[in-house]
Each structure stands twice: as C-alpha cells, then as structure tokens.
C-alpha cells in the first residue's frame, strides 16, 4: 500500500490552478447573466409592444362603433343655452369630437338608453373617452371616463361634407343659418394621430345614411 502511495503521490489542486477555475466560472456566469437579463428584457419589450398595439386596437374599435353608428340626434346643452349639434367636431370648447350614437340595444328591455353621447378629449397627452348614462346631459351628472391610448402628441378631425369639401370643424361655419343644421353629418370623419411609438397614423371613417 505505502508503495504505491509512493509510486503515486496524492496530489490536490494549486492555488494558480484554484484561481484560474474561479476566474473562469465566474467569466461564464457574467455572460450567462447578461444573456438572461437581455432575454428578460427583450420579454418585457414585446410584452409592452403587444400592450400598446391592443390598446389602439382597442382604440379604433370604439371610435369605429361611435362614428359609424352615429345618428341625427342634437342634444341639450347642459347650460341650459339651447342644443348642442348632433355631431360637433373641433369646436375649441376641449373636446376633440363629440356625437350621439346608437347601437346600444333596446332601451326598454335593458334598461339601458338606445343612444349615448359620447366625447373624445386629448388632455395631457391621453386620448380620453367620455360617455354619459343619460342623454342629454345635466349637471351633476359625470360621464364615464376611460382613457384609450397614452403618450399621444396630436390628434386631428377632418369632415367631409355633401359639396366634397374637407374641413377642420363641424359643423362648418354658416351651417348654423340652414335648417336642421343641428342634425347635419358630415358623409366622411378622417382621423389623424400621432403618437410616441407608432408614429403617425390616419383612418377615415364613411359615416352611414
């Protein structure tokens, strides 16, 4: 036994040789972290990638159902100062486009009004939907408020009316002066948007009837 203990001496690791298996598991953790991190990281991005692009879609679907299902209906002035345009766009009172729309199902079944008014407002940089229980609004009443889409730099309207013209608001100045002109549409709405991520975006809306 002793010979060939002597034959084969028991030999343990150098310190050099310690420092160099150190030195290199370290090396292949440092890059194993950063490839975990970078995933996880990527992760995250799509994650908010895909957050973001539901909620334009979530965006467009509403305004897709508000403007094609808009109807001929003014409403009364809050105020009290008379009615407000069945659909009002660019007014310069905040709002951003404002219209009665249908398409909420049977009233009298549901319990539910048939027709709602409905705001879009750009404050703070947040395209906001505003809609009200009743109809014709009242004060004390507070609409519901949901905000679409975040980070939004601009956001324009453009109306088509019956001569083929686009303009900037609706109703079109001296339309006040024509009869039912409160409940005049315009044939076409184009919407304009800009926002941090996407860029610029357009969509144009025919409105029915």
Known sequence: MRSDQARFPLRGFTLLELVVALFVSAVMFAVG???????TQQRDGIRLAQDELAGLQRAMRLLTLDITQMTPRPVADMLGRGELAAMIGADGSGRVLALTRGGEGDGRASGRPALRRVEYRLEQGELR????PVLDPVVGVEPRVRVLLRDVRELEFRF???EGQWGSVWPKPGMSTTPGA???RPRAVEMR????????LRRVWEVPG
């Open 33 to 39: 972290y950063g490839a975990l991190m970078q995933a």
């Open 129 to 132: 939907r505003l809609s009200w």
């Open 160 to 162: 088509l009316d019956n």
């Open 182 to 184: 409160s409940r005049q």
């Open 193 to 200: 948007i800009e926002t941090e991520r996407d860029g610029v």
